[in-house]
């Protein structure tokens, strides 16, 4: 696996791969995603009935935010609704009609964290991090919590 080259500051996009079939590797260790694997997070998803959120940093999980307070939320980066898509290799997980956050701003403001669009366009934050369950024994993801707008990712070669 080489360096995934940096480019231009993109357009924020309406779809993208959170997890691709078989070994998805990262900081956490390996995660697997089989078929089973596939249909399982899909299903635990459309079980929830919407939209899976998109925090900035992993601000809206306790774990990594401690003082997380609901009734003070961070800036959110979007929504998003989940697909599995079919491959030659097998399953693969997508976020698909994304929905960033806009603030309405015509640019971000200097060392605000206002929204996803700007997040992108600026290139502070441009890499996706899931936050799921896996299964300790599979190494499979059960399901998806929500999902990050990162500087750095935990899962190794994705595409910004």
Not at 40 to 57: P, S
Not at 75 to 89: F, K, L, S
Not at 136 to 158: D, F, H, Q
Request: with cysteine; glycine share 8%.
């Amino acid at each position: 696996m080489g360096i995934i080259p940096l480019t231009a500051a993109p357009a924020p996009p309406t779809r993208f791969r959170i997890w691709h079939a078989g070994n998805n590797p990262g900081d956490y260790g390996d995660n697997v995603l089989t078929d089973a694997a596939a249909a399982r997070v899909l299903a635990e998803y459309q079980k929830r009935g919407h939209a899976l959120a998109i925090d900035v940093q992993h601000a809206t999980n306790p774990e990594s935010n401690p003082g997380y307070d609901p009734a003070d939320p961070p800036p959110m980066a979007g929504y998003a609704e989940i697909r599995v898509v079919r491959t030659a290799a097998g399953a693969e997980v997508w976020a698909t009609d994304v929905r960033w956050s806009d603030c309405g701003r015509p640019h971000p403001e200097a060392g605000k964290v206002c929204c996803g669009k700007h997040q992108i366009a600026s290139g502070q934050r441009r890499y996706i991090s899931p936050d799921w369950n896996l299964d300790p024994e599979t190494r499979e993801p059960i399901s998806i919590n929500r999902l990050s707008l990162v500087a750095e990712p935990g899962t190794y070669g994705i595409n910004m």
